[in-house]
T-cell receptor
Framework: SQTIHQWPATLVQPVGSPLSLECTVE??????LYWYRQAAGRGLQLLFY??????ISSEVPQNLSASRPQDRQFILSSKKLLLSDSGFYLC?????????FGSGTRLTVV | AQSVTQPDIHITVSEGASLELRCNYS??????LFWYVQSPGQGLQLLLK??????LVQGIKGFEAEFKRSQSSFNLRKPSVHWSDAAEYFC????????????FGTGTQLKVEL
């Protein structure tokens, strides 16, 4: 079956620390992958989009980056976190025209 | 660029009552339309979607939605609400041929009174 895994579920990080959030998909090949952020006052916003290994499109200017080192792995990173990076980060994938979301990571930058 | 409006930030209904959540979109052609539900601290669960064809679509948990091109709307309905339906509901649109990148509305928080 097709599933999406996202971890960790919760993360508390100090300002200026690095970040790495990982998302993997099982049961499919060459999916479209996405990172969304849900932050207070800004709703759900698409951050990055990938159609294949090494192909990343950034949708909004920000302090974060994304990488896709393997077909079914999508990583969200930052070298130095800002307070404004706090939020709920959701990985998603699209097997056909559906868009399926992972369970999310709650990031609090302190 | 496309946009989605959910005019109701909060809605309260009694258990057993009917429900309609409003969604209007702005896009030059017929988009792909989605409704998602989010419980506190959880990810988004897909309730239903519209791509083409029959404008009345059925989803999970007894929900349905109707696409009305003339009104640029995709309202979500349920004939009888259960207490477990209390959650936040998001309408989203994706442009055709746009890689399924979703633009979301701001959400409607549903409260169910027992």
């Amino acid at each position: 079956s097709q599933t999406i895994h996202q971890w960790p579920a919760t993360l508390v990080q100090p300002v200026g620390s690095p970040l790495s959030l990982e998302c993997t998909v099982e049961g499919t090949s060459n999916p479209n992958l996405y990172w969304y952020r849900q932050a207070a006052g800004r709703g759900l916003q698409l951050l990055f989009y990938s159609v294949g290994i090494g192909q990343i499109s950034s949708e909004v200017p920000q302090n974060l980056s994304a990488s896709r080192p393997q077909d079914r792995q999508f990583i969200l990173s930052s070298k130095k976190l800002l307070l404004s990076d706090s939020g709920f980060y959701l990985c998603a994938w699209s097997p056909t025209r559906d868009v399926i979301f992972g369970s999310g990571t709650r990031l609090t930058v302190v | 660029a496309q946009s989605v409006t959910q005019p109701d930030i909060h809605i309260t209904v009694s258990e057993g009552a009917s429900l309609e959540l409003r969604c209007n979109y702005s896009y030059g052609a017929t988009p792909y339309l989605f409704w998602y539900v989010q419980s506190p601290g959880q990810g988004l669960q897909l309730l239903l979607k519209y791509f083409s064809g029959d404008t009345l679509v059925q989803g999970i948990k007894g929900f349905e939605a109707e696409f009305k091109r003339s009104q640029s709307s995709f309202n979500l309905r349920k004939p009888s609400v259960h207490w477990s339906d209390a959650a936040e509901y998001f309408c989203a649109v994706a442009v055709t041929g746009g890689g399924n990148k979703l633009t979301f509305g701001t959400g409607t928080q549903l409260k169910v009174e027992l």
